[in-house]
């Protein structure tokens, strides 16, 4: 699997917007670009992903280098709920039943 | 909405026993994962089955197996229990059929071995 590679750990104050950074620099063309988040005591969550293009939803914004080679998650107004671990993870759905590979992801806080 | 639903919530065992762990995927989705999460770690990927078919295999110990039965259950089995066992046990579920087959994950399994 390509790996990515992302921050050990970030802060930011709440409401104020966060900037998440990942790397990968070997992702292939089928590789999407997931984005799942791991709340204190909490199994993962999706919170977005992409293969080309910006995408935007209701929790997060994803900026992807044209290059492919790294990719920003935006969180526009980061409260104390945000505060989890992020995960960027590259994802080939060629295959049915693709799985997820955890990498270390980026420890975000938020303080008020 | 249904989610991912694992039980039991909690499990505490003795070295060398047995421990079974369950999940029930949300409803419709055909395929199920199942990761280990020690303590301070990131979550490590076991096993998945889709179709009730084995679709691939990650770090998981022999002394483990699983399966998915004909209602897209799943069961972890896991033999001859050791202190490094002692993990959260997430179970995911998807759907290829369903947007982009984004993984739902139950709120996981503590197992604690003594």
């Known amino acids: 699997d390509a790996k990515t590679t992302q921050p050990n750990s970030m802060e930011s104050n709440e409401e104020e917007p966060v900037h998440l950074p990942c790397n990968h620099s070997t992702i292939s063309g089928t590789d999407y670009i997931h984005w799942y988040r791991q709340l204190p005591s909490q199994g993962p969550e999706y919170v977005i992903h992409g293969l080309t293009s910006n995408v935007n939803n209701r929790m997060a914004s994803l900026a992807i280098a044209e290059d492919r080679k790294s990719s920003t998650l935006i969180l526009h107004r980061a409260t104390l709920r945000d505060a989890a671990v992020y995960y960027c993870i590259l994802r080939d759905v060629a295959g049915t039943a693709s799985k997820l590979t955890f990498g270390t992801g980026t420890r975000l806080q938020v303080t008020l | 909405a249904a989610g991912v639903i694992q039980s039991p919530r909690h499990l505490i065992k003795e070295k060398r026993e047995t421990a079974t762990l369950k999940c029930y995927p949300i409803?419709?989705?055909?395929?199920v994962y199942w990761y280990q999460q020690g303590p301070g770690q990131d979550p490590q990927f076991l096993i998945s089955f889709y179709e009730k078919m084995q679709s691939d295999k990650g770090s998981i110990p022999d002394r483990f197996s699983a399966q998915q039965f004909s209602d897209y259950h799943s069961e972890l089995n896991m033999s001859s229990l050791e202190l490094g066992d002692s993990a959260l046990y997430f179970c995911a579920s998807s759907h290829w059929g369903l947007g982009i087959g984004e993984l739902f994950f139950g709120e996981g399994s503590r197992l604690t071995v003594l």
């Open positions: 409803p419709r989705h055909d395929t």
